[in-house]
């Protein structure tokens, strides 16, 4: 961190040149076509823009010769500054999510949403299915089955089973706790690969993977209560 809070005071004391963020967008598209370039804005360091491309950032002077590519720290307040920007950026629009593709259970009053991107293999998926998920309550949960085929060949497989079972929550529940898939293997019409193109335009490439009501994502294992803090905060937020 302390190279790039060097290298980012230097490119900011070399660049001398200010200028508005609109003109170093347009700059930038017109210099870089097949670049994505979604947004510019100015940061608290003068002569430095923030560049947003897709879901990544970069950091460039207003002649859009030089780039930076890490992250921005706020030492007086201790805030990561990029890791904000890119928690905005990636959020996930839900209202556009399939949710007829996902497995639905519902605990409680359902009052609260989660979106889970979930492989039937994958060990920490079945942590959370087991440790985390059953002291949740007042929550509905949409499962995604995401099988990462090339860590976990046969998820596909058991994914497809799970979601052609009578009742899909309950062959879900069954298998992640206990490893009993379905006694009778049937086949249907399924939303498996479709799952996996959804989730790879999502940018998740790996499980599990929460995607919150307010459209933050968190990968990886998370416990319940961090995951309860989680929906209390956005509780808070959506009553502000």
Same mark, same amino acid.
């Given at each position: 961190?302390?190279?790039?809070?060097?290298?980012?005071?230097?490119?900011?004391?070399?660049?001398?040149?200010?200028?508005?963020?609109?003109?170093? #967008?347009?700059?930038?598209? $017109?210099? =870089?076509?097949?670049?994505?370039?979604?947004?510019?804005?100015?940061?608290?360091?003068?002569?430095?823009? #923030?560049?947003?491309?897709?879901?990544?950032?970069?950091?460039?002077?207003?002649?859009?010769? =030089?780039?930076?590519?890490?992250? !921005? =720290?706020?030492?007086?307040?201790?805030?990561? *500054?990029?890791?904000?920007?890119?928690?905005?950026?990636?959020?996930?629009?839900?209202?556009? !999510?399939?949710?007829?593709?996902?497995?639905?259970?519902?605990?409680?009053?359902?009052?609260?949403?989660? =979106?889970?991107?979930?492989?039937?293999?994958?060990?920490?998926?079945?942590?959370?299915?087991? #440790?985390?998920?059953?002291? *949740?309550?007042?929550?509905?949960?949409?499962?995604? !089955?995401?099988?990462?085929? #090339?860590?976990?060949?046969?998820?596909?497989?058991?994914?497809?089973?799970? +979601?052609?079972?009578?009742?899909?929550?309950?062959? +879900?529940?069954?298998?992640?706790?206990?490893?009993?898939?379905?006694?009778? $293997?049937?086949?249907?019409?399924?939303?498996?690969?479709?799952?996996?193109? *959804? %989730?790879?335009?999502?940018?998740?490439?790996?499980?599990?993977?929460?995607?919150?009501?307010?459209?933050?994502?968190?990968?990886?294992?998370?416990?319940?209560?961090?995951?309860?803090?989680? *929906?209390?905060? %956005? $509780?808070?937020?959506?009553?502000?």
């Amino acid at each position: 961190m302390r190279k790039f809070v060097v290298s980012i005071a230097a490119f900011a004391a070399a660049t001398t040149v200010f200028a508005d963020a609109g003109d170093v #967008e347009k700059r930038l598209k $017109e210099q =870089y076509p097949a670049t994505k370039i979604t947004a510019v804005r100015e940061t608290p360091v003068q002569g430095v823009y #923030e560049v947003a491309m897709g879901r990544n950032v970069a950091y460039t002077d207003a002649s859009g010769r =030089y780039m930076i590519f890490g992250h !921005l =720290y706020d030492m007086k307040e201790q805030k990561d *500054l990029t890791a904000q920007r890119l928690d905005e950026i990636n959020k996930i629009d839900v209202s556009a !999510l399939p949710l007829s593709d996902a497995i639905k259970t519902v605990k409680g009053d359902g009052s609260r949403k989660l =979106y889970v991107f979930s492989d039937p293999d994958c060990p920490f998926c079945q942590r959370l299915e087991r #440790e985390t998920m059953p002291k *949740l309550d007042n929550v509905t949960i949409y499962t995604f !089955l995401y099988p990462l085929e #090339e860590l976990h060949p046969d998820a596909k497989r058991k994914a497809e089973a799970i +979601w052609c079972a009578k009742d899909r929550a309950k062959a +879900w529940d069954d298998f992640m706790k206990s490893g009993k898939l379905p006694d009778q $293997e049937t086949r249907c019409d399924n939303p498996v690969e479709r799952n996996i193109q *959804l %989730g790879r335009s999502l940018g998740i490439n790996g499980t599990p993977t929460i995607i919150m009501g307010d459209g933050s994502m968190v990968p990886g294992f998370v416990p319940a209560s961090e995951l309860e803090r989680r *929906l209390a905060a %956005g $509780e808070t937020a959506t009553g502000d």
